[in-house]
């Protein structure tokens, strides 16, 4: 039997479901909710059966956001945790009727609580890391400060700077040295946008990285979606892919993983604590 990598991924975007208790609250047709996650993340990154331990939900990021603080709420974020809208700022509730507190309450602990319950636990396990896996859109949103920027091929982040190193008030994830050498069997991978691969830029890192890596080393991912949605592989109207395309993102992404597992295992990283 096959040894797994010792590592968690996770992929807390992928979901495509709307929430039985919100599913005749909300605006969103099908088309939102493509739009607003990190659409077919689930099979881009689906490494279950050769790593570790494995995280996903079909359970939409318009319903619940994992990827952010359980006190992250409207109004005063309405791209929280439970959201009034969607990232390109269409309204996700009938009449604005954003969900009562009980409501959020229960949406939490069906859906948010048993994720993060999840990875904190398998974070204490004596693994290398774990990797926090998503999607961009190719250009920042209208609701972004950064508004119809273009972005990276691949962003990887470990909340430091653009090399990777430490950040004045903020905490690594992960050490300098563990991001860059994914950034280059990255780079092997993706020979023609090895120019285009980024650290900490436009993402430092998400909520799951933040609260999860105390105790294992966590880095994000994020994979610009014109990798995967332009109009060579992608048919907007019916939402469909090219299974081609995927299934090749697929296999390179899971070659510079194990490629920098085995690099990382070989120079003594496993389990190595980020100050």
């Given at each position: 039997?096959?040894?797994?990598?010792?590592?968690?991924?996770?992929?807390?975007?992928?979901?495509?479901?709307?929430?039985?208790?919100?599913s005749?609250?909300?605006?969103?047709?099908?088309?939102?909710?493509?739009?607003?996650?990190?659409?077919l993340?689930?099979?881009?990154?689906?490494?279950?059966?050769?790593?570790?331990?494995?995280?996903?939900?079909?359970?939409?990021?318009?319903?619940?956001?994992l990827?952010?603080?359980?006190?992250?709420?409207?109004?005063?974020?309405?791209?929280?945790?439970?959201?009034?809208?969607?990232?390109?700022?269409?309204?996700?509730?009938?009449?604005?009727?954003?969900?009562?507190?009980?409501?959020?309450?229960?949406?939490?602990?069906?859906?948010?609580?048993?994720?993060h319950?999840?990875?904190?636990?398998?974070?204490?396990?004596?693994?290398?890391?774990?990797?926090?896996?998503?999607?961009?859109?190719?250009?920042?949103?209208?609701?972004?400060?950064?508004?119809?920027?273009?972005?990276?091929?691949?962003?990887?982040?470990?909340?430091?700077?653009?090399?990777?190193?430490?950040?004045?008030?903020?905490?690594l994830?992960?050490?300098?040295?563990?991001?860059?050498?994914?950034?280059?069997?990255?780079?092997?991978?993706?020979?023609?946008?090895?120019?285009?691969?980024?650290?900490?830029?436009?993402?430092?890192?998400?909520?799951?990285?933040?609260?999860?890596?105390?105790?294992?080393?966590?880095?994000?991912?994020?994979?610009?979606?014109?990798?995967?949605?332009?109009?060579?592989?992608?048919?907007?109207?019916?939402?469909?892919?090219?299974?081609?395309?995927?299934?090749?993102?697929?296999?390179?992404?899971?070659?510079?993983?194990?490629?920098?597992?085995?690099?990382?295992?070989?120079?003594?990283?496993?389990?190595?604590?980020?100050?």
């Open positions: 039997m096959k040894a797994k990598l010792p590592i968690i991924i996770s992929v807390p975007h992928g979901g495509e479901i709307i929430a039985p208790e919100m005749n609250r909300t605006l969103l047709s099908r088309s939102d909710i493509f739009s607003d996650g990190d659409p993340t689930r099979e881009i990154y689906d490494f279950r059966n050769e790593v570790a331990y494995y995280f996903e939900t079909t359970i939409a990021r318009a319903t619940v956001d990827n952010r603080s359980p006190d992250d709420l409207p109004p005063l974020n309405r791209d929280g945790v439970v959201k009034s809208h969607t990232v390109t700022g269409k309204g996700i509730y009938i009449n604005n009727h954003i969900p009562k507190r009980e409501t959020v309450r229960l949406l939490l602990k069906k859906y948010y609580k048993p994720y319950e999840g990875l904190a636990i398998k974070s204490k396990k004596p693994l290398l890391c774990g990797i926090d896996c998503h999607t961009m859109l190719d250009r920042a949103p209208t609701t972004s400060q950064l508004s119809g920027r273009k972005r990276p091929f691949i962003c990887l982040s470990n909340r430091g700077d653009r090399h990777g190193n430490k950040a004045k008030g903020r905490r994830t992960c050490p300098p040295e563990m991001l860059r050498s994914l950034g280059r069997f990255l780079q092997e991978q993706f020979p023609e946008e090895a120019d285009d691969i980024t650290l900490n830029d436009p993402f430092l890192g998400g909520y799951i990285v933040r609260q999860h890596s105390k105790d294992l080393p966590w880095i994000q991912i994020e994979l610009n979606r014109n990798s995967y949605l332009s109009s060579e592989w992608y048919d907007p109207e019916n939402l469909e892919v090219c299974h081609k395309r995927i299934a090749e993102l697929r296999t390179r992404l899971f070659e510079a993983i194990r490629n920098f597992v085995g690099f990382n295992c070989h120079h003594s990283l496993l389990g190595k604590q980020v100050a």
